[in-house]
């Protein structure tokens, strides 16, 4: 309900909704608590009242952004499908709020007991136990699981930084200036041009089917195994 101003009243929802979406916007580093107050109409003093610093508000941050990964129900009953499920909408979220990918693996993130974090863990190893797969094989295809989500996803969003970096300051476009650079490569290094040039054909994998291509392969892999213990 609006306030006798008419402006709605704060709350840690509003706080935390505006919040990622300046670091959505402008990075977490850029992300100051003046910067979210004035985004808010409201003094950053008045923020303490929700959160007690800084650090407090950006756990709650990753912590919104690692509660919307699907964890399925028995509405799924494959194993494998569900974790697929998990994984695809685990990597979409980390590129929609790029911020949240490093920030989620921190010790930080696990101390609450059933925060997100730890909520997503006990969900993946449940899935895999009731699968079948022993605690030792359980142990690993975990770690390879989460690996994948995470690291697949660090890498995406470096390598789409190191784009952009990369492309020299002037006119030039990034296609002018990859064709040069492909051409000054390809006496030397011809099957790293030959990889580069797929990684600029308008058939070129996006960074999404790049994902569930290793993931497939991991979940294909496990299956592997599962039958033959």
């Known amino acids: 309900m609006p306030t006798k101003s008419g402006r709605k009243p704060l709350t840690k929802e509003r706080v935390l909704e505006h919040a990622i979406a ?3 916007k402008d990075g977490i580093e850029a992300l100051t608590m003046r910067k979210l107050g004035r985004a808010l109409g409201v003094e950053a003093m008045s923020l303490y009242n ?6 407090e ?3 709650a941050m990753v912590d919104r952004v690692v509660e ?3 964890l399925p129900g028995d509405d799924e009953p494959r194993w494998d499908a569900a974790i697929r499920r998990c994984a695809t909408s685990a990597h979409d979220l980390l590129i929609a709020h790029q911020w949240a990918c490093s920030l989620a693996l921190l ?3 696990m101390r609450v007991v059933g925060g997100p974090r ?5 969900w993946l190893l449940r899935r895999l136990r009731e699968a079948g797969f022993s605690t030792e094989l359980a142990y690993s295809a975990y770690h390879t699981l989460d690996s994948h989500i995470f690291g697949f996803t660090l890498w995406q969003l470096g390598h789409a930084n190191a ?3 990369l492309v020299p300051s002037g006119d030039e476009n990034l296609e002018e200036w990859a064709a040069r650079f492909l051409e000054q490569m390809r006496p030397q290094f011809p099957y790293l041009a030959e990889h580069a040039e797929q990684h600029m054909a308008a058939t070129a ?7 569930e291509f290793g993931l497939d392969l991991i979940l294909d892999g496990l299956k592997k195994l599962r039958r033959k213990g």
Request: hydrophobic share 40%; charged share 30%; proline share 6%.
């Open 22 to 24: 300046l670091a959505d």
């Open 163 to 165: 784009a952009r970096m």
């Open 68 to 70: 919307q990964f699907e």
């Open 57 to 59: 508000l950006v756990a």
């Open 50 to 55: 929700h959160v007690a610093n800084k650090g």
């Open 205 to 211: 994998p996006d960074g999404r089917q790049e994902f």
């Open 118 to 122: 730890i909520r997503y863990m006990e």
């Open 107 to 109: 010790p930080s993130d």
